[in-house]
């Protein structure tokens, strides 16, 4: 099985039918909604037998049911109850859930809010504009490319110094659309734009037509999430231009940021767009730390 053959330096302590389980839970993350056994098979390299007795246990607890007629496979209720559990928990969303809809109501548009995974980021809000955009592929519990996202090149920029060429140092920068930035030069380039004006914004770099802003939220621990607010390309460029919208979204952010610790008031955000300003121990750029990272490849 390729996903457990890594060696890390907590390899000892783990529990591999555990960690079999949770990779077959896996598969069904952007696949489609249902799966035979012997296709989870194939793609955790496990024979039959052994996916059909995990299938079996796993069913039993709620993780994942079987569809009578086809015989095929999907994820349980009680991956719902984890997940919701997990939202309903979670500090960021909480404080920020309500922020999100008065930007709702004052732009129109649709507002996100995300954390990062990988080189993945995963929504953990979303509230829909009042106008519908067709495009938008976002949910909840979804994820996107960290590089071709606002709320992703939010988030890289703010990684502490080193973490962006330790923790993703086999990352291919795949296409989207025909904005999306594919060189790690250029992103390097990006994220340093990104942390100097303390926002970021994806042009139609992961959906085309689609425009988006994001800007970070921070708490005790240094970046926690970032929020965005998405249009489409000529709504998005009135909302720059004519109303505020960056401005507004920091303010907004600031004031999450305070509430989940960081220490900082809204009154604060135009002394400074960044909270990072008083690391002194951040000194490397982050095109420094791309350019690291890219050499590993």
Not at 210 to 239: N, Q, T, W, Y
Not at 244 to 272: F, H, M, P, Y
Request: hydrophobic share 35%; proline share 3%.
């Amino acid at each position: 099985m390729a996903a457990l053959k890594q060696n890390k330096p907590n390899d000892r302590y783990r529990i591999r039918a555990v960690e079999r389980a949770l990779v077959l839970l896996k598969t069904f993350l952007g696949n489609e909604a249902d799966l035979s056994a012997t296709e989870i098979g194939n793609r955790i390299e496990l024979d039959l037998s052994t996916t059909f007795r995990m299938l079996v246990t796993l069913e039993e607890h709620g993780f994942v049911r079987q569809d009578p007629t086809s015989g095929k496979y999907r994820l349980g209720v009680s991956c719902l109850e984890l997940g919701s559990q997990f939202l309903k928990f979670n500090d960021v969303r909480k404080s920020a859930v309500d922020a999100m809809q008065k930007l709702r109501d004052q732009f129109g548009e649709t507002v996100h809010l995300g954390i990062l995974d990988g080189n993945e980021i995963v929504y953990l809000e979303k509230v829909s504009g009042s106008h519908a955009i067709g495009l938008m592929s976002s949910r909840v519990g979804g994820r996107a490319p960290a590089h071709a996202t606002a709320i992703g090149k939010v988030l890289l920029a703010h990684l502490p110094a080193g973490e962006l060429g330790t923790r993703l140092p086999r990352w291919k920068l795949n296409r989207c659309t025909a904005n999306t930035l594919t060189d790690w030069k250029e992103l390097g380039k990006e994220l340093e734009r990104v942390s100097e004006n303390g926002y970021a914004l994806d042009n139609q770099e992961f959906e085309t037509g689609v425009k988006c802003i994001a800007v970070p939220i921070f708490s005790h621990k240094g970046i926690a999430a970032a929020l965005s607010i998405s249009a489409p390309a000529e709504r998005m460029d009135d909302h720059i231009h004519h109303r505020g919208l960056v401005e507004e979204l920091k303010k907004t952010a600031a004031g999450i940021s305070n509430e989940v610790g960081w220490g900082r008031g809204v009154d604060q955000v135009g002394v400074s767009a960044d909270p990072r300003a008083t690391q002194k121990h951040r000194k490397t750029p982050v095109r420094q730390n791309v350019k690291r990272t890219r050499a590993t490849r």
